[in-house]
């Protein structure tokens, strides 16, 4: 069956950098529009980053965070540096194409210090 299983995620400094990584199966993975989706407490769900053939970022993002992919592992990556309190919020992989739509199951980033 399909699956998106996010992880990656802590606790980490205003300043600091983690890696966030999407593992995917059930699907073909390259067919995919693939993307990290953001939601913070209290707060609606938002687009953080997408990566088909080009990239796409949220403006509050932009020069900080970057996403990529490895069609040959299956797995879609978010680069995040300089972090700040406000970008703590549960990080979501997704998986689009016209057919279908596949949501992982979350995975929590605080920034604090």
């Known amino acids: 069956q399909v699956q998106l299983v996010e992880s990656g995620g802590g606790l980490v400094q205003p300043g600091g950098s983690l890696t966030l990584s999407c593992a995917a199966s059930?699907?073909?993975?390259?067919?995919?529009?693939m993307s990290w989706y953001r939601q913070a407490p209290g707060k609606e769900r938002e687009l953080v980053a997408l990566?088909?053939?080009?990239?796409n970022y949220a403006d509050f993002v932009k020069g900080r965070f970057t996403i990529s992919r490895d069609n040959a592992k299956n797995t879609v990556y978010l680069q995040m540096n300089s972090l700040k309190p406000e970008d703590t919020a549960v990080y979501y992989c997704?998986?689009?194409?016209?057919?279908?739509?596949?949501w992982g199951q979350g995975t929590q980033v605080t920034v604090s210090s």
């Open positions: 997704r998986a689009t194409n016209y057919l279908s739509l596949y």
């Open positions: 059930g699907f073909i993975f390259s067919y995919y529009d």
């Open positions: 990566v088909f053939r080009s990239t």
